[in-house]
């Protein structure tokens, strides 16, 4: 009953930006978290970033720090992920996950939902 839909993924350029989002539907997430995991061709999937959804504090990976942005739209139940400067490594699926509960945020196995994936290749 809980789905979570990536978007906004696609080809951009080094150095341009983007902003990927994340629709929850189903049981709300006031009580927990939402974020973003990576996965490159033949790498482990890696945390990216996450945020509380109410109080919003946040949480970056150190590759995205000073880069990055996560916020949410609490109408919308809605998590967006503002990436700027992106290189050629950023190139993975991204993954929207959530928790109703406060996990360890790099620890995968800990989320309870995640969503399809959304492809983002950044072009050298």
């Known amino acids: 009953q809980v789905q979570l839909v990536e978007s906004g993924g696609g080809l951009v350029q080094a150095g341009g930006s983007l902003r990927l989002s994340c629709a929850a539907s189903g049981r709300t997430f006031s009580g927990g978290l939402m974020g973003w995991f990576r996965q490159a061709p033949g790498k482990e999937r890696e945390f990216v970033a996450a945020i509380t959804w109410s109080g919003g504090n946040t949480y970056y990976a150190d590759s995205m720090k000073g880069r990055s942005t996560i916020s949410r739209d609490n109408a919308k139940n809605t998590v967006y992920l503002q990436m700027s400067s992106v290189k050629p490594e950023d190139t993975a699926v991204y993954y929207c996950?959530?928790?109703?509960?406060?996990?360890?945020?790099?620890?995968?196995?800990?989320?309870?939902?995640w969503g399809q994936g959304t492809q983002v290749t950044v072009s050298s």
């Open positions: 996950a959530a928790s109703h509960t406060i996990v360890p945020l790099t620890t995968r196995r800990e989320w309870e939902y």
